[in-house]
């Protein structure tokens, strides 16, 4: 199964399990076969792989973006506020200042248009940023 993500426009996005290898996804898309794996999207689509996932928009100079990037350090801060644990308990974790890890979260949740910490850790999941523990 892989992971595609459809930008329908920069800031509202859906997310899709389709059966089939993610080049194989990206390369029917982009030649103009979309209905084969997104049924009832409208056209033209354009994808490109990001890692394990595909992400598929409506134009082609949205196709030069990459996903967010993150830091190393809000990578950890991201992975343990997945994990459940507060900022003042991240900041004892990593050793920071709590208001260091605020403005981590802070600067994520401005990248990701994220309105709160769980929209934040969803937003990273569905985006394929990281895989929660199970």
């Known amino acids: 199964m892989t992971r595609v993500l459809i930008f329908k426009t920069p800031d509202a996005f859906?997310?899709?399990?389709v059966d089939a290898p993610a080049e194989r996804i990206v390369h029917a898309i982009n030649r103009g076969d979309w209905e084969a794996y997104l049924p009832g999207e409208p056209g033209p689509l354009y994808a490109r792989q990001q890692g394990a996932v595909v992400v598929v928009t409506n134009s082609a100079s949205?196709?030069?973006?990459?996903?967010?990037?993150?830091?190393r350090r809000e990578y950890q801060v991201l992975v343990l506020l997945g994990d459940g644990l507060t900022t003042a308990e991240i900041a004892l974790k990593l050793g920071l200042?709590?208001?260091?890890?605020?403005?981590?979260?802070?600067?994520?949740?401005?990248?990701?248009?994220?309105?709160?910490?769980?929209?934040?850790v969803a937003r990273a999941v569905a985006l394929g940023l990281f895989r929660p523990e199970i």
Do not use: C, F, H, W
């Open 14 to 17: 859906g997310v899709l399990e």
């Open 97 to 120: 200042r709590p208001r260091t890890v605020r403005g981590y979260v802070a600067s994520m949740k401005v990248r990701l248009d994220a309105q709160n910490i769980q929209q934040l």
């Open 62 to 71: 949205l196709q030069t973006e990459d996903l967010p990037k993150l830091s």
